[in-house]
């Protein structure tokens, strides 16, 4: 059974991605920071439906709290799939958007991925196969104003999935990015009516955390194993 560590795990998009690859027959650690208890519940739905699953709490952005928890987990075997699918948005445009805010999201979305990421490679490596998807967003690929933080964070991590695609592809390893557009989430529904989203997606809807995941578990398989460095957009034909 492949082990798969879901960050970021007890959102809308995180939860989908677990049950998905769940459901896939993988082991699945899901990691919350703040939503631990809708964590706990999405694992115990998990077993319930027969999947495997378990709970696993550290900020991203403490690289010593990440080693801490990580490090024993890979001591006998390594986890093959990593979703690098934690990030925050802390909107603002830019002349009034202060240091704090631009850190914090650079921290979560960049030094998370490194610190997650990172810690995992070797035993990785060492195993030849492997999976690595990170969830960028369109804001990175067309812009959006009020999230130049967010734009340059989503736009760092997949300029570094390609760039750690080219060093693990001889390995049996793939890394791509993911870039959804207006999704049905508690995030978006605060942000877009229906009206709104018609006037901008082509598919006149948004889509659904369970499309995203299904192209994540795609990614995620063995039948994805010749497509690395990618940056793949879902968004209804938005651009």
Same mark, same amino acid.
């Given at each position: 059974m492949k082990r798969a560590l879901i960050t970021g795990g007890s959102g809308g998009i995180g939860a989908a991605i677990c049950q998905r690859?769940? &459901?896939d027959g993988c082991h699945v650690y899901i990691h919350a920071h703040h939503g631990l208890p809708a964590a706990q519940a999405l694992a115990t739905a998990i077993i319930a439906s027969g999947g495997s699953a378990e709970v696993l709490s550290f900020d991203v952005t403490?690289? &010593?709290a990440v080693t801490d928890v990580l490090t024993p987990l890979i001591e006998n075997a390594p986890i093959q799939i990593v979703v690098n699918n934690a990030g925050i948005h802390d909107d &603002? *445009?830019?002349p009034g958007m202060s240091a704090a805010q631009w850190h914090r999201v650079i921290d979560v979305s960049v030094n998370g991925f490194f610190n997650v990421t990172q810690p995992l490679m070797m035993p990785m490596i060492r195993s030849r196969w492997g999976r690595i998807i990170n *969830?960028? +967003?369109i804001s990175a690929l067309a812009g959006n104003a009020g999230q130049v @933080?967010?734009?340059a964070a989503k736009g760092a991590l997949n300029s570094a999935t390609k760039s750690l695609a080219r060093e693990v592809a001889s390995r049996g390893i793939t890394v791509n990015a993911v870039a959804p557009g207006i999704i049905d989430t508690t995030m978006s529904e605060a942000a877009f009516d229906a009206q709104t989203i018609a006037s901008m997606v082509p598919m006149k809807r948004a889509g659904t955390p369970t499309e995203v995941a299904d192209l994540i578990g795609f990614l995620a398989s063995k039948q994805a194993a010749y497509i690395t460095g990618q940056i793949i +957009?879902? @968004?209804g034909g938005m651009f």
């Open positions: 690859l769940a &459901a403490d690289s &010593a &603002a *445009v830019f *969830v960028s +967003s @933080n967010y734009s +957009s879902i @968004n």
